[in-house]
């Protein structure tokens, strides 16, 4: 049996497990992905736990993509946050990275040059800023909590180009793509976008990282002021893509996993 999980707190919103299921059963592999809402006193315990329990593999999600590496031995670019856990080796991955670089890739939109503000500065901020860096952006990172946002700059800048702007100065520069990075218009978090309003002009691009609603606030907006957007369901499908590839070592079909992301979204938004 191939056990695998995701572990997160809180982790209502997963529709991971739905996703994995649905590749297993496609491919007839005996398994099962199981979500676990796991307190933050509780996480050393879940993850040794669930090696001890013979699970292959973990997927990390908000808040501990940070803490994780306290107890796993990351894997290049996953120094910046863990989003997948090979339990077999005690190994981390970061496949958020490959997730945001195919989303944009599949948009066909021209990354390379652009100016790229990114809100937010914990394990997505991270990534999607890395994405876009090696992408060819130049990246300004924003977030609530100022040290923290200096923090996560000081470490992207060992891959290349990236500066903070304190958040109240957004308005002040030229960007030509915006990326939500936070939970702000995740369904039962708030219906608010992350930045204002006014920033938003048309042409620009514009990614959410949330994907539940599929068509969050901001990409609502957005498409009202003709901004060209990107989805953070697409990154969800890639990123989980990845991670099924770590832990099993086959690709696993994509389309299929799109399919049932959108399903399950739809079905919850009823
Ligand atoms: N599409 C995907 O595949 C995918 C993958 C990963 C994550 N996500 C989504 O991305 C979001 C962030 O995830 P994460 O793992 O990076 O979480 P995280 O590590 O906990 O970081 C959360 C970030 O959001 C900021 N934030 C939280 N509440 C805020 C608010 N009310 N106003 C402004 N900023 C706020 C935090 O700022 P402070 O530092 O000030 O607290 C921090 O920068 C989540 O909604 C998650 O579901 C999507």
Same mark, same amino acid.
């Given at each position: 049996m191939l056990y695998l999980g995701i572990i997160g !707190? *809180?982790? &209502?919103? &997963?529709i991971s497990p739905r996703i994995h299921n649905a590749v297993m059963e496609y491919l007839r592999i005996q398994g099962r992905y199981l979500a676990f809402e796991v307190k933050p006193s509780e996480l050393k315990d879940a993850i040794f736990g669930a090696k001890a329990l013979g699970f292959t593999g973990l997927n990390v999600t908000i808040p501990y993509k940070e803490e994780v590496l306290k107890f796993v031995k990351p894997v290049g670019e996953a120094k910046?946050? +863990?989003?997948? #856990?090979d339990l077999r080796k005690m190994e981390g991955y970061n496949t958020d990275i490959y997730g945001v670089e195919m989303a944009f890739k599949n948009s066909k939109l021209e990354v390379e040059g652009k100016i790229a503000l990114v809100v937010g500065a914990g394990g997505a901020g991270k990534a999607i800023a890395l994405a876009l860096m090696k992408m060819g952006a130049k990246v300004v990172l924003t977030n609530r909590t100022e040290s923290r946002g200096l923090e996560a700059v000081r470490e992207l800048r060992e891959y290349g180009e990236c500066i903070f702007y304190p958040m109240e100065k957004i308005g002040e520069l030229k960007i030509d793509i915006v990326a939500n990075a936070t939970p702000v218009g995740m369904k039962g978090f708030s &219906?608010? #976008? *992350? +930045? *204002? %309003? %006014?920033i938003l002009k048309p042409g620009m691009i514009v990614f959410d990282a +949330? !994907?539940? *609603?599929? %068509?969050?606030p901001l990409i609502k907006k957005a498409k009202e002021i003709e901004c060209r957007v990107v989805s953070g369901l697409e990154m969800l499908v890639y990123q989980a893509e990845k991670a099924f590839e770590i832990w099993t070592g086959i690709k696993p079909p994509v389309s299929l996993m799109k399919k049932v992301a959108l399903e399950a979204l739809n079905f919850q938004e009823k």
């Open positions: !707190y *809180p982790l &209502s919103h &997963s910046l946050a +863990v989003n997948t #856990i &219906s608010g #976008i *992350p +930045v *204002p %309003e %006014e +949330v !994907y539940n *609603p599929v %068509e969050t």
